[in-house]
Structures are given as structure tokens and as C-alpha cells.
T-cell receptor, first 115, second 112 residues
Framework: AQSVSQHNHHVILSEAASLELGCNYS??????LFWYVQYPGQHLQLLLK??????LVKGIKGFEAEFIKSKFSFNLRKPSVQWSDTAEYFC?????????????FGKGTKLSVKP | DAGVTQSPTHLIKTRGQQVTLRCSPK?????VSWYQQALGQGPQFIFQ???????QRGNFPDRFSGHQFPNYSSELNVNALLLGDSALYLC???????????FGPGTRLTVL
């Protein structure tokens, strides 16, 4: 069965520190990749996505992610975090094409940014 | 432009009861997917509706059923509730089955 692994359950950083959250998936075919964010008390929001093309994807709020096909990875990065980035981050994968529209999510990484 | 809306926000039921959750998709979207998010976990896919039919189903028992109406809104029904059904139920909508999914705020179901 396909799966998505997020390596860190809880990450604590100080403001201005750099962030990298790991995500690996198990499916060997063509995939669409997503990072969603859930701020405290809010619903899941799309941060960025990769469908095809340039493997370095830029999203909202200064986030970016790199798709490395050979490593089955889609790590999320931000050069300098802010207190407002405190949230839970979810990586998700979808099989490309056909009727495979459902997303498979990782367990999430909680990010706490200290002011 | 209204996003995905869900009702109710919270719900408390007892074991054995039945529950119906509702979802209205984002304007222009015709496909609705339902997910269950247990505490401390990522969302798990329940099923997806497109053109008023269930198109895909995740690993959930038949106690979980759904419906999509001609206006693309959707319901999730859960029968014979178990304590383990306590979770946040999320609805996501897209245009077509493979477009980006946009999520609603969820319905928090507590089963006592």
C-alpha cells in the first residue's frame, strides 16, 4: 500500500531559523505532490503543489519544496521562519491520472516557532 | 467567492447512533471528497463523489456511506457509531477528480 512518511513529529525553532521538513512517499509511478498547512483553529490550506516541470516549487508565504524523484522525496523549506508559521504541516501524494483522485497524507509535522 | 462549507461544526453522539454530515463545495467545483482526521493523524480518505456517484473509496466499512446532490453538495452518513469514529471529518472539493483539492473547516464528531 502507498504511504507517506513525515520524519519529524514536532519541530521547534526560533524566529529567523531555517526550516526543512522531510517527506518521503512509497509510490513508484507518476505522482502529484502537495504540502498543506493547518494553522491553529483554521482549516487545511494548500501551501504548494507539484504536478510536473521544474522540481523546485515555490508556494505562498516564502515556502518552497523540491521534488527529488530518485529519492521519492518532496521536502519543504523556508529560509527564515516567523512566529506566524507556527502550524501543522502535512505532505500529501496523489497517483497521477485516471480515477486516482484521492490524496494520501502523512501524519503531519507540528512546527512551533519561538518569538 | 465562498469556499468549502461544512455543517455542523461540532456534533456529539452516543454509540450506536447514526449521524449525517453536510458539505457544500467551493463555487465551480463538481467533485467532493471526504476524509477522516483522527487526533494526531493526517487525514484519511473515505470516498469521493463525482456526477452523483461514488467514484473511489478508501478502507472504510460500509457503515460509512454518502450521497451527492445535483447541486454538487454532499452528505456523509455514518451508521452504528463506534467510539473510534470520533474524529474531525473533512470535506474537500475540486473541479474534476484530479484537480487540486480545497478543504472545508471540518465537522468535529465526538462519540460517547
Amino acid at each position: 500500500a502507498q504511504s507517506v512518511s513525515q520524519h519529524n513529529h514536532h519541530v521547534i525553532l526560533s524566529e529567523a531559523a531555517s526550516l526543512e521538513l522531510g517527506c518521503n512517499y512509497s509510490y513508484g509511478g507518476t505522482v502529484n505532490l502537495f504540502w498543506y498547512v493547518q494553522y491553529p483553529g483554521q482549516h487545511l490550506q494548500l501551501l504548494l503543489k507539484y504536478f510536473s516541470g521544474d522540481p523546485l516549487v515555490k508556494g505562498i508565504k516564502g515556502f518552497e519544496a523540491e521534488f527529488i524523484k530518485s529519492k521519492f522525496s518532496f521536502n519543504l523549506r523556508k529560509p527564515s521562519v516567523q512566529w506566524s508559521d507556527t502550524a501543522e504541516y502535512f505532505c500529501a501524494v496523489r497517483n497521477y491520472g485516471g480515477s486516482q483522485g484521492n490524496l494520501i497524507f502523512g501524519k503531519g509535522t507540528k512546527l512551533s516557532v519561538k518569538p | 467567492d465562498a469556499g468549502v462549507t461544512q455543517s455542523p461544526t461540532h456534533l456529539i453522539k452516543t454509540r450506536g447512533q447514526q449521524v449525517t454530515l453536510r458539505c457544500s463545495p467551493k463555487s465551480g467545483h463538481d467533485t467532493v471528497s471526504w476524509y477522516q482526521q483522527a487526533l494526531g493523524q493526517g487525514p484519511q480518505f473515505i470516498f469521493q463523489y463525482y456526477e452523483e456517484e461514488e467514484r473511489q473509496r478508501g478502507n472504510f466499512p460500509d457503515r460509512f456511506s454518502g450521497h451527492q446532490f445535483p447541486n454538487y453538495s454532499s452528505e456523509l452518513n455514518v451508521n452504528a457509531l463506534l467510539l473510534g469514529d470520533s474524529a474531525l471529518y473533512l470535506c474537500a472539493s475540486t473541479w474534476g477528480v484530479t484537480d487540486t483539492q480545497y478543504f472545508g473547516p471540518g465537522t468535529r464528531l465526538t462519540v460517547l
